[in-house]
């Protein structure tokens, strides 16, 4: 991050499970990511680096039930931030217990109501049963 001169920054998402849905899913994500960075920052909240000056002042919004990672990436300046080659693995055992395909519609449609700057409405969309 410093040699960036980032104060906040996301990695690449690689899902443990090799098949190729999830990795065509997160491959499609970490792009859209590297992509928006300068534009509009986005990232999941399994893994943001930020540092603590950044951390006191953007503080997590908790009245948001599971967009408050995005929101805590849309404050803060786009000049600051960046996407990490840094690969962070991480177990997909949420997708295979709460469906992959409706924790994929349920991520596509939260990352569509933030790019519209609806974050607001990511509260009606239900992560946990």
Not at 16 to 23: L, N, S
Not at 26 to 52: D, V
Not at 71 to 96: A, I, M
Request: glycine share 4%; proline share 3%.
């Amino acid at each position: 991050m410093r040699a960036r001169k980032a104060d906040i920054a996301i990695p690449k998402y690689v899902p443990e499970d090799r098949r190729v849905y999830y990795r065509l899913f997160f491959g499609i994500i970490n792009k859209t990511f590297w992509l928006t960075q300068k534009l509009r920052p986005c990232g999941i909240g399994m893994s943001i680096f930020s540092t603590k000056e950044l951390h006191k002042r953007n503080s997590f919004n908790e009245k948001l039930r599971w967009t408050d990672d995005m929101e805590y990436l849309k404050k803060t300046d786009k000049k600051r931030f960046c996407t990490l080659p840094t690969r962070v693995y991480f177990s997909v055992r949420r997708f295979e217990k709460e469906g992959t395909k409706d924790i994929m519609k349920k991520w596509l449609k939260s990352y569509w109501y933030f790019l519209n700057n609806r974050l607001y409405k990511t509260n009606k969309v239900r992560y946990f049963d």
